[in-house]
């Protein structure tokens, strides 16, 4: 991980990172934490098959992803559920028919930096399959695959595995 050095408050190369959670200034004794981020995965499912993602940008582009994002302030997890699907997919959900499966904590790493997140994971079950407009920056191919085909080594991310081992297994 990159290593923050000049004090927010400050501005002296006095900040030392705990390896853990949080920076601290030796010069000025301003605290500057890591928190954990909200994001939120939504397994889209129809019948026996969940719709991917591929990812067209790092982190980790190449990769099966499930639809989903950062939670903004002052917004729920439904809610980002609900934002992140049209933002990415154009598909305008109801918010009561998602049902809260799990959360695991991931690292997700940008430009150097880890966030540490808790991702929430969601189910949200459809009729019948759709089509995505692959104009979409974020995305460069969506695929339906049936849940006995999944594999693990295909997905972008170490919570989004974890999550579709045990849910392959119970769902």
Same mark, same amino acid.
């Given at each position: 991980?990159?290593?923050?050095?000049?004090?927010?408050?400050?501005?002296?190369?006095?900040?030392?990172?705990?390896?853990?959670?949080?920076?601290?200034?030796?010069?000025?004794?301003?605290?500057?934490?890591?928190?954990?981020?909200?994001?939120?995965?939504?397994?889209?499912?129809?019948?026996?098959?969940?719709?991917?993602?591929?990812?067209?940008?790092?982190?980790?582009?190449?990769?099966?992803?499930?639809?989903?994002?950062?939670?903004?302030?002052?917004?729920?997890?439904?809610? !980002?559920?609900?934002?992140? @699907?049209? *933002?990415?997919?154009?598909?305008? #959900?109801?918010?009561?028919?998602? %049902?809260?499966?799990?959360?695991?904590?991931?690292?997700?790493?940008?430009?150097?930096?880890?966030?540490?997140?808790?991702?929430?994971?969601?189910?949200?079950?459809?009729?019948?399959?759709?089509?995505?407009?692959?104009?979409?920056?974020?995305?460069?191919? !969506?695929?339906?695959?049936? @849940?006995? *085909?999944?594999?693990?080594?295909? #997905?972008?991310?170490?919570?989004? %595995?974890?999550?579709?081992?045990?849910?392959?297994?119970?769902?």
């Amino acid at each position: 991980m990159k290593n923050l050095t000049f004090c927010p408050n400050c501005g002296n190369q006095t900040l030392l990172w705990d390896q853990e959670k949080k920076w601290s200034c030796t010069q000025c004794s301003f605290v500057l934490y890591n928190n954990v981020a909200g994001a939120v995965a939504v397994v889209i499912r129809c019948g026996d098959e969940i719709f991917l993602t591929r990812r067209n940008q790092d982190p980790k582009k190449g990769k099966l992803d499930m639809a989903g994002g950062f939670t903004d302030p002052k917004e729920s997890a439904e809610n !980002t559920c609900k934002r992140e @699907l049209y *933002e990415e997919l154009k598909l305008n #959900i109801d918010v009561s028919n998602l %049902k809260y499966l799990a959360s695991l904590p991931n690292v997700y790493q940008y430009k150097e930096i880890d966030y540490n997140t808790i991702d929430l994971f969601f189910e949200y079950n459809v009729a019948e399959k759709f089509e995505v407009d692959l104009e979409i920056s974020e995305i460069s191919d !969506t695929v339906w695959i049936p @849940l006995n *085909e999944i594999n693990p080594d295909d #997905i972008a991310f170490d919570s989004q %595995k974890k999550f579709l081992e045990t849910y392959i297994r119970n769902f």
